[in-house]
């Protein structure tokens, strides 16, 4: 199959364009509906500009940029340029300047794909007052209207009729994919270039209150205590010793702690702790969520259990891997399947089509973080990967009779 290349050298310089639309004293800050959200995004639109493909912001201002026939469903692809605090250079911009210059260098080169081809900017992918990935939960027709919320967008500038138009149909899709840094240490510690996403890991939270009995720490000897802190140590221990026994595919953390009345001269009478247990298996999650409950109940008399969320696991396009896979070989490069243990816009789309998600390698796993680092290298491939994808996926679809 026909070989594209992308240049490197162009996509190096849209990194340093978008660096500059950045608030922050230490490495990018571009929050969710910002000035600098917008501004980049405005840079996103001059772009689209400058190579004459047609754009557009939807009501809640996700860029679209569209290629190709003007009608019928299009293989979408995208991420987000909103960032942390303080965040990183990769997370999400890598995905939308990617995109920019698979358009760009297809225009270059005077290739047109046989099916529409568009690019997705969502709007507010990072935790943000509105919901994280936001921008593409409204597309997916996945937000729900409260009185509370329609007040929350209003406050942004936004309002509930903003988010009814922004949903979009089945219909208007072939497929979705997203490049996107791991923000882990999988590919580096295997030594392969992709990663292939299998699933978006599924989620499950709950709180447990831990009950002791406050006392003075200076006069309650240390066989009269009933110390809550001490009781959750244990606990944070066995749901850590509980995850591991599930290798790679479940992992399960204690976040969110705090304790009661917390200071010096009390021992503590209350702790409370926000487990997460998250995997690629529902089943799986249950069953470790079961396993931390029965050592609950069998170590600590007094307790309260409250569930606080549950998110099952997206299963990413089986077809899609396959054609990641073969885009893979097609260009000499070591890949791997492996499972996002974060969240992404590509996890609301699956509500939408057929989804796919390829990683290229963090150094250290750093994400979130100034320190975030990927080479050129390393995004050339991811690039080239996703625009081979593409390529391979557009004759696919041109071959079924319902696209002829
Ligand atoms: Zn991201």
New binding site residues.
């Given amino acids: 199959m026909k070989q594209l290349k992308i240049n490197v050298n162009r996509v190096k310089k849209h990194f340093e364009e978008l660096a500059k639309i950045n608030s922050g004293r230490k490495g990018y800050t571009r929050c969710a509906y910002s000035k600098e959200e917008k501004e980049a995004k405005h840079w996103l639109v001059d772009q689209m500009n400058r190579l004459d493909i047609p754009v557009k912001l939807d009501s809640v201002q996700n860029v679209i940029s569209r290629m190709g026939p003007a009608k019928g469903p299009a293989i979408a692809f995208g ?2 340029l909103d960032t942390v605090i303080e965040g990183g250079l990769y ?2 911009a890598l ?1 939308v300047i990617a995109g920019l210059e698979m358009m760009e260098i297809l225009k270059e080169q005077n290739i047109q794909l046989p099916v529409p081809i568009e690019l997705i900017c969502f709007t507010g ?2 935790a943000n007052p509105l919901g994280g990935t936001f921008g593409s939960r409204a597309m997916a027709g996945l937000i729900d209207y409260t009185p509370e919320y329609e007040k929350k967008l209003n406050d942004l500038g936004f309002n509930w009729e903003d988010i009814l138009q922004a949903k979009r149909e089945k219909s208007d899709f072939l497929s979705f994919l997203e490049l ?2 791991e ?1 882990g240490q999988v590919l580096e510690a295997h030594e392969q270039s992709i990663g292939i996403v299998t699933s978006i890991a599924g989620m499950i939270r709950f709180q447990v209150r831990v009950i002791g009995k406050a006392s003075h720490s200076g006069t309650t000897p240390m066989n009269m205590r009933n110390d809550a802190l001490l009781k959750s140590a244990g606990l944070i221990q066995a749901v850590h010793d509980i995850a591991k026994e599930y290798g790679e595919t479940i992992v399960a953390t204690v976040g969110e702690f705090s304790i009661f009345p917390n200071m010096a001269n009390v021992v503590p009478g209350e702790a409370t702790l926000l487990i997460e247990v998250r995997g690629s298996k529902r089943e799986q999650m249950k069953e470790v969520e079961e396993k931390i409950n029965e050592w609950i109940h069998r170590n600590l008399e007094d307790t309260e259990i409250t569930p606080i969320v549950e998110k099952v696991p997206n299963v990413m396009s089986k077809s899609i891997q396959d054609e990641i896979e073969h885009a893979c070989i097609d260009l000499g490069m070591s890949y791997q399947h492996m499972l996002s243990g ?1 969240n ?2 590509t996890n609301s789309m699956t509500h939408l089509t057929e989804t796919g998600m390829i990683f290229v390698p963090s150094e250290n796993g750093i ?1 979130h973080h100034p320190d975030e680092f990927t080479s050129w290298k390393e995004i050339e491939d991811g690039i080239n990967v996703m625009l081979q994808t593409v390529y391979r996926l557009s004759n696919q679809y041109a071959s079924l009779p319902l696209n002829q």
Avoid: L, P, R
Wanted: aromatic share 0%; no cysteine.
């Fill in positions: 991420s987000h997370d999400g995905g992918e990072e996107h840094i923000q974060a992404h816009d994400s």
